[in-house]
């Protein structure tokens, strides 16, 4: 039974965001919050919505209307808001000469905005998209660096009602024009170009490429925009919007065939997004929140969305965070940053540069999510970064849920690799084959929701059937994720990978993380992806494609140490069939390894599509190694 690596002090509780909740509606066990708020989702979202002071320019009717299923569900319906105000120009009434952003450039330049200067500068771009004829419900594609421009671009867009389709910052242009023409976008917003890793990359030049495919497409607006907005007052009051208007369309790869386009709306992201920032995250006016992230990933609408609408301060910064490798560290110290956001790929990647040498103390809060977690990166991130004070929030969610299912909060004890528990208002469970619930067993099985919450995705764009298939039609009326999960005897909740990837060996379903997770433990292996391959005899044997560390020697013998090691760990059973060392893993630009593609690699299959895949060269590296 392993122990909590954290446990908050009476004094994280008493200040913590969701410690003010459970004092004002009489809490005293954050588990009887919780449970409350699954039981009862018609009291708890208006009673978040009042804590965290998010505000609406009507209130709503019903909380929710379930008359065509849970499938489509709404929310605060009749209530009329805009992100904008409550992300932008509400904070340049209460704190005008705060921060709202800094940014920050791979060449060392730094900018910034007030919440003044942001409010203003967001209204006058909402200005410039009417004036090009954008409207309630057009798409503006946003295709930028991670920078001020982007917080300013997303709110410009909920100012006016249009729907915003992040682009990931670094698509070729094929993958950008699949999105501008599936997305039917009226307007892009970019950028000549911007730097990674010390290069330019020709944002500019790969919109205009990717425009002859985008038949929709009407103007491109560059940034700095200054002379888009020249005529441009400052003035259009932001548009009250109803509830259930769409703001958001992204467009995420899934497992296989095209990118899907999950719709998100105003009341129901805003109000999702807040409460894991709030509660989860625990971030207010005086945190300074970074998210090593992109706006392509949900994780930049959640950073851009949920912390400006908690009041704090965001820092981007355009390219790598790991160019130079102490980069993130540096900012950290200098920026003063007290909420971090990281993927588990990243801090593996940072592993073997050292321990951080810059002062971290003004670290309160470290998030991650993105790829389930091993022990030994999560223990270098708790104790060499966050000095054990700092607790790992742990979350997971997607793309189509508009915030996360599971997370921990600063104000409970939480395990390493652990995700806590489900999260307020998120009625989670884990079940078998038959839909039977395993939460009491200790067993692996598919994670679901059984009830909606106001952050799912309203569907897919311009595909409701490819919606229902995908999250509905396993268990009828229960939101199926994809991801196996277990819950183990103290009651803390763990993932073990996406089901879709899973291995059957000898008959035992077992994630690529276990696998992984025990090849990385080999001091040789830095990161691992495990796949499974079709046997005559035995069914399913598993693959381990891994990155070896800096100096190790890449042949038999370190090749049948990390089986041993496997074998070791999961049993004999379990023991990969080939171990193949490889310079790198295929990972999209959320730092996610396409174990699909490598699957399909290794077969000599089609991967599908490979929009969102940063190293495409990875793939034909694993070709040419089998």
Partial sequence: M???????????????????????????????????????????????????DVEFFRPWDAV????RGPEWATWFVGGRLNIAWNCAHRWAKRRPEALACVSLGEDGE??????????????????????????????????????????????ACAHIGAIQVPIFSGFAAPAVAQRLQASEAK???????????????????????????????????????????????????PAEVDSETPYLLTYTSGTTGL??????????????????????????????????????????????????????????????????????????????????????????????????????????????TGEPWNPEPYRWLFEQVGGRRCPIINCSGGTEVGACFLSPTPAIPIKACSLGGPALGMAMDVVDSEGRSLVDTGEVGELVCRK????????????????????WRRFPGIWTHGDWASVDEDGFWFLHGRSDDTLNIAGKRVGPAELE????????????????????????????????APGAETDGDLAAEVGELVAKNLGKAFRPDRVVFVSALPKTRSAKIMRRAVRAKALGKDPGDLSSLENPEALEEIANAI
């Fill in 2 to 52: 392993r122990a909590p690596v954290w446990t908050p002090s009476e004094g994280v509780l008493a200040a913590s965001n969701v410690g003010r909740l459970m004092r004002r509606h009489g809490f005293e066990d954050y588990w009887d919050l919780v449970r409350r708020s699954q039981e009862d989702p018609e009291w708890f979202w208006p009673a978040a919505i009042e804590d965290m």
């Fill in 64 to 67: 929710s209307d379930l008359s």
């Fill in 110 to 155: 730094r900018r910034g905005l007030t919440w003044a200067e942001m409010s203003r500068e967001v209204t006058r771009l909402a200005e410039a998209l009417v004036g090009l004829g954008v409207e309630e419900g057009d798409r503006v594609a946003i295709f930028l660096p991670m920078s001020q421009e982007v917080a300013v671009a997303s709110h």
């Fill in 187 to 237: 307007v892009v917003i970019t950028t000549e170009v911007s730097m990674r890793r010390g290069r330019e990359v020709p944002m500019l030049q790969i919109v205009e490429e990717a425009q002859a495919q985008a038949t929709e497409l009407e103007h491109v607006v560059v940034a700095p925009w200054d002379e888009t907005v020249a005529d441009c007052p400052g003035e259009l009051p």
């Fill in 259 to 368: 990118p899907k386009g999950v719709v998100h709306v105003q009341g129901g992201f805003l109000v999702s997004i807040a409460r894991e920032v709030c509660y989860q995250a625990d971030a207010g006016p005086d945190d300074v929140i970074h998210f090593s992230t992109d706006m392509g990933w949900i994780m930049g609408p959640w950073t851009v969305v949920g912390g400006h609408a908690m009041g704090s301060t965001l820092v981007f910064a355009e390219g790598a965070p790991d160019w130079p490798a102490d980069r993130l560290w540096r900012m950290i110290e200098e920026e003063r940053v007290s909420i971090l956001g990281v993927s588990p790929t990243l801090i593996r990647a940072l592993i073997p540069h050292g321990d951080p040498a810059a002062d971290l103390l003004s670290l309160r809060i470290m998030v991650t």
């Fill in 452 to 471: 909606p919450f106001p952050g799912m995705t309203r569907g897919f764009w311009r595909d409701p059937e490819r919606y229902l298939d995908t999250y």
């Fill in 517 to 548: 997770s025990a090849a990385v433990g080999h001091p040789s292996v830095l990161e691992a992806a495990a796949v499974g391959i079709p046997h005559a005899v035995k069914g399913e044997v598993a693959w381990l494609f891994c990155i070896a």
